[in-house]
């Protein structure tokens, strides 16, 4: 995949959930080479509409296609080598060490009973440096702070080598000091040319990393575009309520907000 | 990290080696270790030690082997697939069921004992099999909370319907202790005749899923998007437990306790939760456990047989405390 080339492309996506409907004309385009953010309120979809892309959510309207091939054309198997996912909290068993969970991603180059090979094990190391946590490759996952496990989340991803990581907000319960860590890690993953999705919260985070901004609404996608125009004033008071403005200034950004409505 | 794993393992194969050996030396009568030999190679002269060792002793050291094996790849298997360090065959339901098949034929058709292994597996397979079907339909289809939830009440229905069957025939209630409590007995190879199959199927399985179940430890949503399936590893799981447990019940009680045990003392042992050492490390640590079980059973009172489910539980207890200290 070439930078610039279109690897994912959603399309008027419907979504019910136990008779709800979640999603309805939502959609977002996602290049390589892109780091794209979905923001929203809480309960706008955003989550569903990535799991659904991700093939993990079933929906009832619409498309998804990836590098041009629709979603059944490219289930199971094939699906895991174009796109990883971080989910948003993924679960911490015990008895598995950093190095185990980071083997387990990459599984999916394995088929039944084959043996990883020494190529398996250089892809794991590959990406156990790449998100930084080689270090503590022999410990538990139960031992390992928030930020460090989140880390190792994308680890897992990274060692499928897809040319998509899509991360459902990894960073909604990380502190300042290790988001910051993340969002660099993001960031780097599109600048070497990966199709990067990012679920977030932090409008200040996602405008911040974000070569486009896609903001769902109520399950519809309401603006697309580069972070300063998709996250102005007007859009911030008619999705979130709220009077505030988005200050992006020399890699700085800032949220200001009238918190009590003065 | 790989030399612990090995080490645990070679740990569990010389154990069950010896076990082996005084499994089939041992008993009310001691046979030298070199006629258990000549006996297993066909070398040893037709007398009361060869007698003993191949028609009395070989097959109930081969049925705990086996039992205790199935029994530390269901607990493997469902501990992994429902990620609940509580799971064991007792979760879904086949423990109890197999118990009430059994109990049916003891007390209501004590003409038909040789029935016994038919009961105890087809009760504990419809069980299990309740257990699926409802736990696969409807809302959150397949979903753990709904699998164990299912487990626990037919696991009351079928102990309701024994602890019934036990009021009903009190004066025969006596047969029914030595299953209850589990154990083994010496009557040659007619009960492994009829679950081999069973059990051989649940093996196969289990050696089928390893991979899988690795995948489901970091969630179902990682599981899925690298394109397992989470609910069908969970009902495949489920399915090869049901038939390591129920054919583990109709050979040898209800041992369930083993299940539970085994996967817990290999991880704490081999300091990971990989499936390609928990599950192997469980079959082999399992009947390695049971056949040593079974051993001193037979041999610390003997002629008097102890019962191996509660001896294997006096046993079993201060080791798994043991480990449970040392763990991180």
């Not at chain 1, 990535?50 to 590098?67: I, K, N």
């Not at chain 1, 609404?217 to 102005?232: E, N």
């Not at chain 2, 083994?184 to 051989?200: D, F, I, K, M, N």
């Amino acid at each position: 995949m070439q930078r610039g080339d279109t690897a994912l492309e959603v399309t008027d996506l419907r979504v019910d959930l136990g008779g709800k409907t979640v999603l309805d004309g939502a959609g977002l385009t996602l290049r390589a080479g892109e780091l794209v953010t979905v923001v929203g309120p809480n309960g706008a979809g955003k989550s569903t509409m990535v799991r659904a892309a991700a093939g993990l959510q079933a929906f009832q309207r619409g498309a998804v296609e990836w590098m041009g091939r629709p979603l059944d054309a490219v289930r199971g198997r094939k699906l895991a080598l174009i796109r990883a996912f971080v989910p948003q909290r993924g679960r911490v068993p015990d008895g598995v060490t950093v190095n185990d969970a980071v083997t387990i991603g990459r599984s999916a180059h394995l088929r039944m009973l084959q043996r990883a090979t020494r190529a398996d094990q250089k892809a794991v190391n590959r990406a156990l440096e790449r998100a930084g946590v080689s270090g503590f490759r022999d410990r538990h996952l139960s031992t390992l702070s928030g930020g460090e496990l989140q880390r190792v989340q994308i680890a897992v991803a990274l060692a499928q080598e897809a040319p998509v990581l899509m991360a459902d907000e990894p960073t909604s319960q990380l502190d300042l000091g290790a988001t910051v860590d993340v969002a660099k890690l993001l960031r780097g993953l599109a600048d070497d040319g990966l199709a990067v999705l990012l679920v977030a919260h932090d409008l200040s985070l996602a405008a911040a990393v974000a070569d486009e901004v896609v903001v769902i609404h109520q399950g519809r996608s309401v603006a697309t575009g580069p972070p300063g125009q998709a996250l102005d004033a007007a859009r911030l008071r008619e999705v979130w309520g709220v009077d505030a403005s988005l200050e992006m200034a020399g890699g700085r950004t800032a949220l200001h907000v009238a918190w009590l409505g003065r | 990290m790989i030399l612990r794993r090995t080490a645990v393992l070679a740990v569990g194969l010389v154990a069950l080696v010896c076990g082996f050996a005084a499994s089939l030396a041992l008993g009310a009568v001691q046979v030298p270790l070199h006629d258990v030999i000549d006996a297993l190679l066909g070398k040893a002269e037709p007398g009361p030690f060869k007698q003993i060792v191949l028609t009395l002793r070989l097959p109930r050291t081969v049925e705990a082997m086996v039992v205790g094996a199935g029994l530390g790849v269901a607990g493997a298997l469902l501990q992994g697939a429902l990620g609940n360090p509580l799971a064991s065959p007792d979760v879904i339901g086949v423990t109890a069921g197999a118990g009430f098949g059994a109990v049916l034929i003891l007390l209501v058709f004590p003409g038909s004992i040789a029935l016994l292994p038919v009961g105890a597996l087809v009760f504990g397979l419809a069980a299990a099999a309740l257990v699926f079907a409802i736990a696969w339909t409807g809302q959150n289809a397949g979903s753990v909370g709904k699998l164990i939830l299912a487990g626990i009440a037919m696991a009351a229905l079928f102990t309701a319907g024994t602890t019934s069957l036990m009021t009903a025939y009190p004066d025969r209630v006596q047969s029914v202790i030595f299953f209850i409590a589990g154990g083994l007995t010496s009557e040659g190879w007619r009960e492994l005749e009829v679950v081999w199959p069973y059990l051989a199927v649940g093996f196969v399985i289990a050696l089928g899923l390893i991979r899988p179940l690795d995948r489901l430890a970091l969630g179902d949503d990682v599981a899925a998007s690298l394109g397992a399936r989470p609910r069908l590893v969970r009902l495949g799981a489920g399915i090869a437990a049901a038939l390591l447990a129920a054919g583990a019940a109709a050979l040898a009680g209800l041992l369930g306790f083993l299940g539970l045990i085994v996967p817990h003392v290999v991880r704490l042992a081999g300091g990971t939760a990989s499936h390609t050492f928990v599950v192997p490390a469980s079959a082999v640590g399992g009947a390695a456990l049971l056949v040593a079980g079974d051993t001193l059973a037979r041999t610390v009172r003997a002629p008097i047989e102890l019962p191996v489910g509660p001896l294997m539980v006096v046993i079993g207890v201060p080791l798994f405390l043991w480990l449970l200290r040392k763990a991180v």
